[in-house]
């Protein structure tokens, strides 16, 4: 055991003291200040125990608290409590003060600080019948406080300020006389007196004077909340501006397809990435791109902006070749049947494209094989020979799912073809002994056939500089960043583009004519034909960067493949293609603490939503009060019940709604008169901050904070009334029942901007209020056009229509039997302690729609087994990196490049 | 906050009869109201008191130095922990995450009292970190996710989703 100390640290006498004191043995070395005995803390800290197992204590109180504790002497709660107090109360004052008094010279402050602290302790002990702390003898405690309160009451300076203390300087001459105690001063001070100390007090971050009243970072969000300071000028400007009304523009906000660039215009076209169409896709594939995709596209065009919003289902691959096995179809009837699903949940959801393609089309063959052959022309090819499995009784190569044999690392006899489940190791297919095709059993042949691969190296450098120029002009989320940047830094490698299939598109090169194309590559060529399907003439989209910006949903799983390998096919095309200008992506959306598992029966798909009971768009409104925005978030039934009940009921519904109320009861449905005092303008003033803020954040795709903009109006909606008391006012005399008028009408003006601003999110709320409102069908565009911002859009005299509820309760027995039926897991509340505690955490991320499924492609020939060796540890690495995408459908081929190339 | 998590604590505990509680001073330290003596002041005092009533006090450690390192966190928790400026986070989960590299609890290999304060404490930093600073602070991660799943520790808090598979690849701190 031992103690490291340092000269002139006021915290070594505690600790000396007790040595001395206890009589335990230890030895004791003197370092400087600077001495980092403790690895893991950040800045050198002084005293140090080191104990016999190897452990640091560097808290003062717990070295004396375990010193005393070695000679038997036990905590108590007496103790505790003073050690506690002199860590949190005057630990701190006492550094202040010694702060302030050593270097800056103020001792009068110095003792304010102190007299709190110091009147507590007069009045402890004088309360105290022992002569120490705690006991008849020295205990810890005295200890403790006593060499923190050295520094102060061995000072005269401090006579004077701290007052008049009887009992503690009582108490403290008796702890001065226990020889130990005068030892450590002398040990630590060399009878420098307090000066000793100086050169230590500087080392010390300066103590926070206002630590107490400073806001933790847990409260600093609540803050934000707090009311918004505004010059008046700004009111003035802001009521002004109001006060002039809807503008008697008329242009129509009906959608005239095919909708196309045009100049002059902000052209913004908006993909989500493809589902794929064999799953059903879950609420976390629903807002990580189509929900999102959706209320940004409805927000363009409230905006005012040329916008083209275009998805559709991803339908070729193995996937979905096994999925039309396993139920007897051909795959082009699956892609019909799940389109089909596709298409009503989304409608469902009030997902509002323009267009909702599929990939299974004339229009498909011909862009990706034009694209093919451009490549091809400019040398962005690679031929290379790869090592598959075939069945010969099924006529057709495996899927790695779709072999089964002996594993060759731990001979377990079920080893999948990309994976053992026993020893967890990855496996090429080609490896695995004793292989059986799981369809019919035979044993397949390893057979070698000729594939492409797009030369991603060769495209690198052309690659990074126009990702230098869309990052840094364009929008892209921080996740999608960052993991660009990280696929950039561990280098490309070319990437198969060949797959040996029947459903895909097929490969148009005469030396590969029974092959179809990866559907990495193919996939997202289905945003260029998909909007083909819905206008010839698409290129006026897709081969138009100058005119064009093109915004990408999707969650982060998807991101390499729309940043840096669909980029590369398009820039190695040179066709003058409309590259991604922002980027947005998703993290991932957990359930109940899990993650969504269709062959569990965890979670709520997309086709069950409605059977919940619970409108759609109130689901909306949930999953985008969550939206996984810069990090995860979950799904829970309880929060989304206490959201709507506490968010949409009582605040934002109860706003619109009593607004509404009042004007068809008081004023018999028409808006009264307003004549604007300082109150109704600061309201406005603060409804135009709020407004101002949900366009800059939706401008940058900031979806789930532009959210709370429109909740924060409300809340100040209903304590405008809350104060004003219209309902009181109205039954007031005549200036009462003006003021009753005025606070209505810009109530239920408030009422109609939120309309406008919950078009995005809630689309038949928003049109229920402005039915209800009788609104004026152009208010919503007016006021989100350029920079109007709020309007009075309903002006005195306008007539409403019958106001109702907009909301309705989620009941608590609702809730927990939806819980219950779509699997959440139960809270860990009443787990009995004693149990085993559970490691393993369920985190894993739902499956994100792939819109290009990623494959890792490499393949081992096998002449050559130190290069393989080498391979299979690269491959391994870009499995894992794919096992992040979540992507196990497409089978692993390990390649290795003939030494020419 | 700290009267709701020593109510949590009370329940971790097994403790039958709930406590009452009230707070005192600016910074609303709690207090205990104990009849057969004088008023308990202070979370931790108040914390090791509930601990030894239920008759679990390998909770504050097993031995003379597992005891004081647990006395240890439990102080760095109020001390450091508790109203530390926003630059000051950072250095904690630092400081912890290297503390915690080699270690599956704060007082070594067995769950203590510090484990379960320092959750408490620390949660409402952990909920706000991003992904990124969830694999950066990993084994403070690691340990906090750990220490969230342990039976009846919980409680009051929301959970924080933890990820297993690293989602930004290493060398980035």
Redesign the interface.
Known sequence: MKLFVSEGNPHCVKVLAGLEVTGVKCDVQLVSHEERVV????RPVLPVLL???G?H???P???C??LF??VGKE?S?DG??L???E??EL?PAVLQALHMLMLQGKSGEAGTVLKGPLGWLEQYLSKRTTPFLTEETVAVADIVLWAALYPILSNSTFEAVVGELPSVRGWFKRVSQVPACEAAVQRVLQGKGLDALKNFLQKQPAP?IQ????P???N?TEMEDSELMMTEEEVEVAAQAWSKGLPDCSDSTQKKHPILPQEGKRNVLVTSALPYVNNVPHLGNIIGCVLSADVFARYGRLRGWNLLYVCGTDEYGTATENKAREEGLTPQEICDKYHAVHSSIYKWFQIDFDYFGRTTTEQQTEIAQDIFWRLHERGYLLEDVVEQLRCENCQRFLADRFVEGVCPHCKYPEARGDQCDKCGRLINAVELKEPQCKVCQQTPEIRSSKHLFLDLPKLEGELEQWLEKSMGSGDWT??AK??TR?WL??GLKPRCITRDLQWGTPVPHPDFSDKVFYVWFDAPIGYLSITANYTSEWEKWWKNPQQVELYNFMA?DNVPFHSVVFPCSLLGAQDNYTLVNNLVAT??L?YE?TKFSKSRGVGVFGDMAKDTGIPSDVWRFYLLYLRPE?????FSWADMALKNNSELLNNLGNFINRAGMFVSKFFEGHVPEMVLQDEDKRLIAQVCWELKQYIQLLDKVRIRDALKCILNISRHGNQYIQVNEPWKKIKGGDDDRKRAGTVTGVSVNVACLLSAMLEPYMPTVSQTIRDQLQAPAHCARAMLYADRGFLCSLSAGHRIGTVSPLFQKLESEQIEALRKRFGGQQ???E?????????T?N???PKPPAAAAPAVNASVSAADPEKAKQLAAAVAKQVRTC??CQIKNNPIIITIFPSTQ | MALKELSSLEK???LKKPNKYSTQG??K?PVLQNNNGPA??????IA??LVHEAKRTELLGNS??Q???V??WL??R??RL?????EE?K?IL??LN??L?DKVYLA?NS?TLADTLMYYGIH??IM?????E?EKFLNVTRWF??I????????HLA?V?????????SGQH
């Not at chain 2, 308990?40 to 005092?45: D, S």
């Not at chain 2, 969230?148 to 409680?155: A, D, E, F, N, T």
């Not at chain 2, 989703?161 to 690849?169: D, F, G, K, Q, S």
Request: negative net charge; proline residues 6%; hydrophobic residues 30%.
């Open positions: 690895p893991f803390l950040n104990l016999p197992s452990q204590l560097f808290s109180n717990a070295i608290q375990y504790e070695v905590a709660d505790n409590q050690l506690e107090w860590a949190t630990q926070h630590r107490r009243d400073s933790s970072s847990a600093a921080v996740n960052h993991i990280s830094r561990d982060k993290e991932y957990n603490d810069g990090q995860d978030s979950a809270p860990d509340e787990t009995p302690t004693g149990k085993v505690p559970s490691s955490v985190s894993a991320q096992a992040k | 971790c505990l097994g600016e910074r330290v308990l002041v202070g979370l931790v005092t090791s008191h003379a130095e005891r004081a390192v006395q240890q102080e760095y109020i001390t508790d109203n530390c400026s926003k986070v250095v630092k400081e290297q503390y590299e070594g769950f409402h930093i706000n970190l991003a992904v990124q969830k996710d750990h969230q799943h342990y039976p009846g520790v919980r409680h959970p989703v933890v990820l297993r598979n690293r989602v930004y690849p």
